[in-house]
């Protein structure tokens, strides 16, 4: 029986993007697909920064296919453009993305629950608070709360040149999907949407002149994070995690999809380490302790603290006012500080 052009794509949707849980066809990387008798033809165009995808797509598509019954031959060509080349034949009519902020820093985790949001709400006051001029990207299209959690009430407004303008968040340039929706609302997106969305935020919002954007990803690794290393040069991410076993696992996923694809770690953060009772100073470890060093060390990547648990980065998150602003001396607030103040330097900012 002949193959068919559905058999060959089915088959190509076990070809993962490196570092990437979503696989080839689904992102729309597979171009043209040509089968004559048992001779296979795939053409796939994909852009990344990392030189190593396309072989490696390469490699992983011709074994797929030739895995098939009744292939007799492979040919597969595979097509990288990286970002700025892909860019630059749009230049003259599109400007280039984020020209007026130094470094793009983004806040990552392997999964939800961690507290990466907190984290990123957080850092961005500290690096507010120490002088910077400060952008809070929330990219968490699913399950946006940097407006509630910067405590922003106004709708963004569009400029003369109808350009979204940022809400102001106690002193940050804060961006939400959730200004835009109705709370009660689910997001049911499928991925061309979500990255849609994510160039909307990226390309019609005019930051202005920043020292930092803090961007705010969804957990895990799909449409979102490819997107923005495609769109935009990272200068560095930070993964945000607990020190569960459970929480590490899907912490190194998140690091490794970052290095794959060419974005410097900054580092690990271990969010809910310990709680410290503040009546008699004895240390609980909730979820067990030092993952997050053990981790760091063992992939190579710099520790950048522990972060305490504190019932008071939950009710400052809820009422608008983040620990750092609502309880600045609290020893979670010291040990943000102490990570923007790392992060800073790494930037050289």
Request: hydrophobic residues 45%.
């Amino acid at each position: 029986m002949a193959l068919t052009e559905a058999e060959i794509r089915e088959a190509l949707k076990a070809v993962r993007f490196p570092g990437l849980s979503r696989d080839i066809v689904s992102f729309g990387f597979v171009r043209g697909i040509a089968v004559d008798g048992g001779a296979v033809r795939v053409e796939i165009a994909m852009t990344t920064a990392n030189p190593q995808a396309g072989p490696e797509v390469e490699r992983d598509a011709r074994a797929a296919l030739a895995a098939l019954p009744g292939v007799t031959s492979v040919d597969v060509a595979v097509e990288v453009s990286t970002p700025q080349a892909q860019s630059a034949p749009r230049a003259a009519a599109t400007p280039q993305l984020l020209p007026g902020v130094r470094f793009k820093i983004a806040v990552a985790s392997g999964k939800g629950g961690v507290g990466k949001s907190t984290v990123a709400a957080n850092l961005a006051l500290a690096l507010q608070q120490r002088g910077g001029r400060v952008g809070l990207l929330d990219a968490d299209i699913y399950g946006p709360s940097q407006q509630m959690m910067m405590g922003c009430r106004d709708k963004p407004m569009v400029s003369v040149d109808g350009k979204i303008l940022p809400v102001d968040g106690h002193g940050v340039h804060v961006m939400s999907l959730g200004f835009l929706m109705d709370p009660d609302t689910p997001v049911i997106w499928r991925g061309p949407m979500v990255m849609k969305a994510l160039e909307q935020f990226l390309g019609d919002v005019d930051w202005g002149e920043l020292d930092y954007l803090v961007v705010d990803l969804p957990p895990g690794t799909g449409d979102a994070q490819l997107t923005l290393t495609q769109q935009v040069p990272l200068d560095g991410a930070v993964i945000v995690t607990t020190p569960q076993d459970v929480a590490l696992i899907d912490a190194r996923k998140g690091l490794a999809m970052f290095q794959r694809v060419n974005v410097p770690v900054l580092g690990v953060i271990e969010n809910m380490s310990s709680y410290v009772c503040p009546s008699c100073g004895h240390r609980e470890d909730i979820f067990k302790s030092g993952g997050g060093r053990r981790t760091a060390e063992q992939l190579g990547v710099p520790f950048l603290g522990e972060i305490p648990i504190d019932p008071a980065i939950v009710v400052g998150g809820d009422a608008g006012a983040p620990i750092v602003l609502s309880h600045p001396d609290s020893a979670a607030s010291r040990a943000f500080r102490d990570t923007a103040e790392t992060i800073a330097r790494r930037l050289g900012g």
